[in-house]
């Protein structure tokens, strides 16, 4: 017999006895809301880590607001409870803090999920073991930019449009690798910023528009060949590319 793998979402929060307000909009149908607003000043780390999801609409977004930890809104094929499909579990202690969306409960089914992130904190993000996703992932509005373990990572068939827009904030090193059929990539860098993007080698990369970057032998493109902090390095090993870098 074969077990549908459904959706799990489950944030553990360690942050020392710090407040948190959280919402809940919906406990029946196929539109579920949560929304987090905490002291984030003590909040040390946030790993955000989406795993085993399929066919489902994924979009990561930022807004301009300190006070803001996230606004999570999910969407289910058909109608059912959020214990049918996923669930939500917030705790904490020490500053850490970890969001794991995991498919691998019942049979209902996750048609999108949509996450804002605020722009106070640390997020580190990673999208692994997937399948079919449709996702569109933008850095911008004040984003505060830092990990090298990567501070994103994607690894998921279908499709990926990725963004790092100038008003980020990285602090010494943001490392991205990227994983997916086709993706579309946009790199504008804030000033006094520096960047690389290694492809592989079995990348069919198309770059439209180039300003600033120079290609550096071994399919990398770099912003200088000595590179100063804070940088953000890219890897790329989607099957198709079409990028478009600015300094």
């Not at 406990?27 to 905490?38: I, S």
């Not at 109608?79 to 209902?108: E, H, Q």
């Not at 600033?212 to 770099?222: L, N």
């Amino acid at each position: 017999m074969n077990k549908r793998a459904a959706f799990v979402v489950a944030i553990v929060i360690v942050v020392g006895g710090s407040a948190a307000a959280v919402s809940v909009f919906q406990l029946y149908g196929t539109e579920f809301h949560y929304e987090a607003r905490m002291a984030n000043d003590s909040i040390n780390s946030f790993l955000l880590s989406f795993e085993n999801m399929a066919d489902c609409n994924l979009t990561i977004g930022y807004i301009d607001d300190p006070l803001l930890t996230y606004s999570l809104d999910i969407s289910l094929y058909e109608p059912g409870t959020p214990g049918s499909a996923f669930t939500v579990n917030l705790k904490g202690s020490s500053g850490k803090y970890r969001l794991l969306l995991n498919d691998d409960i019942s049979d209902k089914r996750i048609k999108s999920v949509n996450l804002l992130l605020g722009s106070a904190i640390n997020y580190t993000i990673h999208v692994i073991s997937s399948t079919n996703l449709n996702s569109t992932i933008i850095f911008s509005n004040n984003a505060y930019l830092s990990g090298a373990m990567p501070g994103f990572k994607y690894d998921a068939s279908g499709t990926l449009r990725f963004g790092l827009d100038e008003d980020v904030r990285p602090n010494w090193l943001f490392f991205v690798t990227i994983d997916s059929d086709v993706t579309a990539i946009y790199i504008d860098l804030p000033d006094g910023v520096d960047g690389e993007i290694a492809f592989s080698s079995l990348t069919d990369y198309l770059l439209v528009d180039v300003d600033g970057w120079a290609y550096r032998g071994d399919y990398t493109y770099s912003t200088a060949v000595e590179l100063t902090a804070p940088v953000v390095r890219i890897g790329v090993s989607a099957n198709t590319a079409v990028v478009v870098l600015y300094d």
